[in-house]
């Protein structure tokens, strides 16, 4: 399911750009009305349209917005995105908050479609981070799904993911699992870095171990141990070049920072024509 975009936050962005008033847009007579095109100039997934639509409608409901792609859709270079028809002032003021959401969104599909790409006819899943854009998450979140891969935690309320300085904190690896349990029933995973650390989570029973920088061999030797009795989640310093192989080893899940955190903006263009005047 699309979700939309909280209103509070496209006012944020809009305001962050406006101010007090977009003075360029000024000199263009109110009653003028124009149509714009956006066309990508580089190859793509689409996503972010409700984003899109949103900085639109909050400047000037009678907006009207056509697109030719289908979110998730992958659009080859010089492709028309859409088509925007109504008053010149709000199309001007609204055109780089739009854009850029809609290149960045579009960007973190883009990857994460690579990334499913390329673990696709294995058993295993991509997970994105929290490595995110702030005051983007869930829309960022949102766009990993339209490229094919699958979120991990919203943030810190929705699960619990011990790593090694709450290891150290809470003692043992034994312990801050215990004390997991004890506190909430959400899904517990564990951080190790060694199959020591391995074997010592398997004793205690998360739902999930991440795997931190292991080894292609150590991973197999690590799904070898765990016979099928946790989750394994492989994570650190995965590529696109390295990303089959350690798919291959039989790990549930592969944990990718740079979906959401090494994106370059889709390239986008947006041109306006003016629309004769009505008589």
């Not at 001007?92 to 599909?109: P, V």
């Not at 089959?244 to 041109?271: C, F, P, Q, W």
Request: a negative charge; proline letters at 3%; charged letters at 20%.
């Amino acid at each position: 399911m699309k979700p939309q975009p909280a209103l509070e936050d496209i006012a944020a962005y809009l305001a962050e750009d406006l101010g007090s008033g977009d003075l360029t847009a000024n000199i263009i007579p109110e009653t003028t009305q124009a149509s714009a095109r956006v066309v990508t100039r580089e190859n793509m997934v689409l996503c972010g349209q409700s984003w899109f639509d949103a900085v639109f409608q909050q400047l000037d409901k009678h907006i009207v917005i056509e697109w030719a792609h289908q979110e998730g859709h992958e659009v080859a270079a010089d492709s028309l995105l859409c088509q925007l028809h109504g008053p010149a002032r709000a199309l001007l003021t609204g055109e780089r908050t739009a854009l850029n959401l809609l290149q960045t969104l579009s960007a973190t599909a883009s990857v994460a479609r690579k990334y499913a790409q390329a673990v696709a006819g294995t058993a295993c899943k991509v997970l994105d981070t929290r490595k995110t854009i702030p005051g983007l998450r869930l829309a960022q979140k949102y766009a990993v799904q339209c490229g094919g891969c699958v979120n991990h935690r919203i943030g810190l309320f929705d699960a619990i993911l011990i790593k090694e300085n709450h290891i150290i904190a809470a003692g043992s690896i034994s312990a801050a699992i215990a004390k997991a349990r004890e506190l909430s029933d959400v899904m517990v995973e564990i951080e190790v870095e060694s199959l020591a650390e391995l074997q010592e989570a398997l004793t205690a029973q998360p739902d999930r171990i991440m795997l931190d920088n292991f080894t292609t061999a150590d991973l197999q030797r690590a799904v070898a141990l765990n016979q099928g009795q946790v989750e394994l989640e492989a994570s650190g310093n995965i590529s696109l070049n390295t990303i089959r192989g350690i798919a291959e080893t039989g790990v549930d899940y592969i944990s990718i920072g740079a979906l959401t955190k090494h994106i370059n903006a889709i390239d986008l263009s947006m041109r306006i024509e003016l629309l004769p005047a009505q008589p």
